[in-house]
């Protein structure tokens, strides 16, 4: 760990993130013991309450565990709040991004043609105005890449909130990593967005004419052919 010059609000989340992402990669592994805190307190150069905040964030997410005479301890992933977009942005540097982005991906295929359907059936006018104007501005030429792509995950997640289930809402962090793994992908493969703006239109055809089943099985089709570019 190396030291942080001075203290601010976000210190004890970048000391956080800092030991998050060495337990993500591996570095710390499942059972290590971090050091007595006096010794992460002369490393660090922090504040006593800066530190224990700091690990107050891990052991939330998961991480970490303290147990009297035995130390802080890293714990298994499968103890880790992995739906946390927190948790997802420390997982970002890990060896195993395919096998990383490939679990997205069935995350979604699971969630969205299931939101697809619930927004072409509860989605206000509203709502459906917000998913277009994702689109449109999705489709536009002269809209920059960065903006292409913020715009097509915004298309994703006002589906998510048009189909007005409060246990969907959480998803929104994990649909919005998929995403951002996949779409430089899928453009890498297919040189761009113009293979999926047909199946992007299909979702919203359908979500906009409240056709429910041609929902689900657009949403399904473009996910499945995503899927399907990025791994073969």
């Not at 942080?4 to 976000?10: Q, S, T, V």
């Not at 971090?34 to 992460?40: F, Q, T």
């Not at 779409?183 to 890498?188: G, L, S, V």
């Amino acid at each position: 760990m190396k030291a942080i010059a001075r203290e601010d609000r976000g210190l004890p989340a970048r000391i956080a993130g800092d030991i998050g992402r060495r337990i993500a990669l591996g570095v710390l592994k499942a059972g290590d013991t971090l050091p007595r805190e006096a010794d992460m307190l002369a490393t660090l150069g922090v504040s006593r309450t800066t530190l224990r905040e700091a690990l107050q964030i891990l052991t939330t997410k998961g991480f970490i565990e303290a147990k009297p005479r035995l130390g802080t301890r890293v714990r298994a992933a499968e103890h880790w709040n992995t739906l946390d977009p927190v948790v997802l942005s420390w997982q970002g540097d890990a060896e195993d991004q395919d096998a990383l982005a490939e679990e997205l991906f069935e995350i979604r295929l699971s969630i969205e043609p299931m939101a697809a359907r619930l927004a072409a059936q509860r989605g206000t006018t509203a709502d459906h105005a917000a998913i277009r104007a994702a689109f449109v501005r999705m489709s536009q030429a002269h809209v920059g890449l960065e903006d292409a792509i913020e715009a097509d995950i915004d298309f994703h997640l006002q589906i998510l909130q048009a189909a007005h289930n409060r246990f969907l809402l959480p998803i929104s962090s994990v649909v919005r990593a998929a995403l951002s793994i996949s779409i430089p992908r899928t453009m890498a493969a297919s040189g761009g967005f113009g293979a999926s703006l047909n199946q992007h239109e299909a979702i919203l055809t359908a979500i906009e004419r409240r056709e429910g089943e041609a929902a689900l099985a657009a949403a399904t089709t473009l996910i499945a052919s995503t899927y399907k570019r990025n791994f073969g």
